[in-house]
Protein backbone atom coordinates (compact mmCIF):
# COMPACT_ATOMS: atom_id res chain seq x y z
CA UNK A 1 0.00 0.00 0.00
CA UNK A 2 1.47 3.31 -1.18
CA UNK A 3 2.04 6.04 1.34
CA UNK A 4 1.54 9.50 0.66
CA UNK A 5 2.57 13.18 2.45
CA UNK A 6 -0.21 15.78 1.86
CA UNK A 7 -0.50 19.42 2.69
CA UNK A 8 -2.52 22.96 2.17
CA UNK A 9 -0.48 22.88 -1.08
CA UNK A 10 -1.20 19.41 -3.13
CA UNK A 11 -3.80 17.92 -1.14
CA UNK A 12 -6.62 18.53 -3.80
CA UNK A 13 -4.75 18.27 -6.60
CA UNK A 14 -2.86 14.89 -5.67
CA UNK A 15 -6.93 13.45 -4.49
CA UNK A 16 -8.35 14.55 -8.02
CA UNK A 17 -5.77 12.58 -9.98
CA UNK A 18 -4.99 9.60 -7.86
CA UNK A 19 -6.63 6.63 -9.31
CA UNK A 20 -8.75 3.82 -6.78
CA UNK A 21 -9.36 4.48 -3.10
CA UNK A 22 -7.61 7.05 -0.57
CA UNK A 23 -7.96 6.92 3.02
CA UNK A 24 -7.03 10.94 3.70
CA UNK A 25 -5.84 10.82 7.06
CA UNK A 26 -5.42 14.11 9.00
CA UNK A 27 -2.74 13.87 12.03
CA UNK A 28 -0.88 15.36 14.76
CA UNK A 29 2.91 14.99 16.05
CA UNK A 30 1.53 15.22 19.85
CA UNK A 31 -2.02 13.32 19.63
CA UNK A 32 -1.46 9.65 20.82
CA UNK A 33 -4.14 8.04 18.59
CA UNK A 34 -2.56 9.88 15.88
CA UNK A 35 0.76 7.90 16.81
CA UNK A 36 -1.48 4.74 16.42
CA UNK A 37 -2.62 5.27 13.67
CA UNK A 38 0.29 6.34 11.71
CA UNK A 39 2.41 2.89 13.20
CA UNK A 40 -1.01 0.36 12.84
CA UNK A 41 -2.66 1.27 9.50
CA UNK A 42 0.06 0.74 7.14
CA UNK A 43 -0.16 -2.83 8.74
CA UNK A 44 -3.70 -3.76 8.67
CA UNK A 45 -4.79 -5.46 4.86
CA UNK A 46 -6.87 -2.30 4.07
CA UNK A 47 -8.87 -2.50 0.43
CA UNK A 48 -7.19 1.03 -0.22
CA UNK A 49 -4.52 1.87 -3.22
CA UNK A 50 -3.16 3.95 -0.57
CA UNK A 51 -2.82 6.00 2.42
CA UNK A 52 -2.60 10.22 2.39
CA UNK A 53 -1.23 11.75 5.64
CA UNK A 54 -1.11 15.39 5.92
CA UNK A 55 -0.33 17.05 9.54
CA UNK A 56 -3.28 18.81 11.15
CA UNK A 57 -0.73 21.34 13.08
CA UNK A 58 0.68 22.57 9.77
CA UNK A 59 -2.23 22.36 7.11
CA UNK A 60 -5.03 24.77 8.79
CA UNK A 61 -6.13 25.58 5.39
CA UNK A 62 -7.15 21.64 4.39
CA UNK A 63 -8.21 21.37 8.23
CA UNK A 64 -10.79 24.09 7.84
CA UNK A 65 -12.20 22.95 4.33
CA UNK A 66 -12.42 19.07 5.61
CA UNK A 67 -14.08 20.72 9.09
CA UNK A 68 -12.07 18.71 11.04
CA UNK A 69 -12.71 18.93 14.72
CA UNK A 70 -11.04 15.69 15.79
CA UNK A 71 -7.69 13.50 15.33
CA UNK A 72 -7.09 11.41 14.00
CA UNK A 73 -9.61 12.36 11.33
CA UNK A 74 -10.47 10.02 8.14
CA UNK A 75 -12.03 10.47 5.04
CA UNK A 76 -12.72 8.39 1.85
CA UNK A 77 -11.69 10.19 -1.62
CA UNK A 78 -12.10 7.33 -4.51
CA UNK A 79 -11.49 8.40 -8.05
CA UNK A 80 -10.72 11.95 -7.01
CA UNK A 81 -14.68 11.84 -5.74
CA UNK A 82 -15.14 12.87 -1.71
CA UNK A 83 -17.10 10.04 0.23
CA UNK A 84 -16.93 12.04 3.02
CA UNK A 85 -15.70 11.04 7.08
CA UNK A 86 -14.62 7.84 7.77
CA UNK A 87 -15.95 7.14 11.81
CA UNK A 88 -14.71 3.58 12.73
CA UNK A 89 -12.35 2.50 15.51
CA UNK A 90 -8.98 2.08 14.02
CA UNK A 91 -9.31 -1.85 13.54
CA UNK A 92 -9.19 -3.62 10.24
CA UNK A 93 -12.78 -4.80 10.80
CA UNK A 94 -14.40 -1.93 11.44
CA UNK A 95 -12.73 0.39 8.98
CA UNK A 96 -13.02 -2.19 6.46
CA UNK A 97 -16.99 -2.05 7.20
CA UNK A 98 -17.10 1.85 7.02
CA UNK A 99 -15.23 1.57 4.52
CA UNK A 100 -17.94 -0.52 2.61
CA UNK A 101 -21.18 1.52 4.00
CA UNK A 102 -19.09 4.89 3.12
CA UNK A 103 -18.72 4.05 -0.58
CA UNK A 104 -21.87 3.16 -1.24
CA UNK A 105 -23.01 6.94 -0.34
CA UNK A 106 -24.07 9.56 -3.40
CA UNK A 107 -20.19 11.03 -3.26
CA UNK A 108 -19.29 14.71 -3.55
CA UNK A 109 -16.79 16.97 -4.78
CA UNK A 110 -13.93 17.67 -2.84
CA UNK A 111 -14.35 20.10 -0.24
Do not use: K
Not at 7 to 34: R, Y
Amino acid sequence: MDQLELSDFDVDQQLLQLPGISLLIFTSVGCASCRYARQQLPRLGLPVQRLCWIDAEENGGAVERYEVFHLPALFIVRDGEFFGALRAPLTESAIRAALNLGLIREPDELP
